[in-house]
Antibody, heavy 124, light 106 residues
Framework: EVQLVESGGGLVQPGGSLRLSCAAS????????MHWVRQATGKGLEWVSA???????YYPGSVKGRFTISRENAKNSLYLQMNSLRAGDTAVYYC??????????????????WGQGTLVTVSS | DIQMTQSPSSLSASVGDRVTITCRAS??????LNWYQQKPGKAPKLLIY???SLQSGVPSRFSGSGSGTDFTLTISSLQPEDFATYYC??????FGFGGGTKVEIK
């Protein structure tokens, strides 16, 4: 069974740091691009970061320079190092595997599966 | 950045109703559009990828259509387990999401 399990969430003060982990099982982790997505309580989904199979990384402007995504293929693990945390970073953080389908020269990507999420609360 | 706008933001419907949710992109994204279902306290679940391809295991009452800037998710006959929030996502550049559509019981 393909499974993703996040850990590492908790309460942190503004300006603090936190490292999230995502343990993958049931598939060849090193062969997939991976992502972090967050969701504030009662709000929508926000893509937070991506890492390719070659270790290339991508971020939206809202977290660039503060968050760092990484992976350790030998441990089937994905990480998100979050620094300079703000109240606005409070959310459930999900890791997700990117699926890909290529047809007619175009390759389409999507997220499946997702982990169960881990809650990060930034508050004094 | 590509902006994704869903409408309506919420709707009330009855079991058996045909439900349509719309997603509009701020620029053309070809068919790089996915749909997810999320129930309270749970992670999102992929329903449709590449605008119209049904994910394995998803009931055939779900369908997606559109290309370019305008997309639609249709539930042909709403079932009790379909009451949830639905999100569109573009994968043309990065992976931005729409704001969501909450489908509630009428």
């Amino acid at each position: 069974e393909v499974q993703l399990v996040e850990s590492g969430g908790g309460l942190v003060q503004p300006g603090g740091s936190l490292r999230l982990s995502c343990a993958a099982s049931g598939f060849t982790f090193s062969s997939y691009d991976m992502h972090w997505v967050r969701q504030a309580t009662g709000k929508g989904l926000e893509w937070v970061s991506a890492i390719g199979t070659a270790g290339d990384t991508y971020y939206p402007g809202s977290v660039k320079g503060r968050f760092t995504i990484s992976r350790e293929n030998a441990k089937n693990s994905l990480y998100l190092q979050m620094n300079s945390l703000r109240a606005g970073d409070t959310a459930v953080y999900y890791c997700a595997r990117e699926g890909t389908y290529c047809s007619g020269g175009s390759c389409y990507g999507w997220f499946d599966p997702w982990g169960q999420g881990t809650l990060v609360t930034v508050s004094s | 950045d590509i902006q994704m706008t869903q409408s309506p933001s919420s709707l009330s419907a009855s079991v058996g109703d045909r439900v349509t949710i719309t997603c509009r992109a701020s620029q053309s994204i070809s068919s790089y559009l996915n749909w997810y279902q999320q129930k309270p306290g749970k992670a999102p679940k992929l329903l449709i990828y590449a605008a119209s391809s049904l994910q394995s295991g998803v009931p055939s009452r779900f369908s997606g259509s559109g290309s370019g800037t305008d997309f639609t998710l249709t539930i042909s006959s709403l079932q009790p387990e379909d009451f949830a929030t639905y999100y569109c996502q573009q994968s043309y550049t990065a992976f931005g999401f729409g704001g969501g559509t909450k489908v509630e019981i009428k």
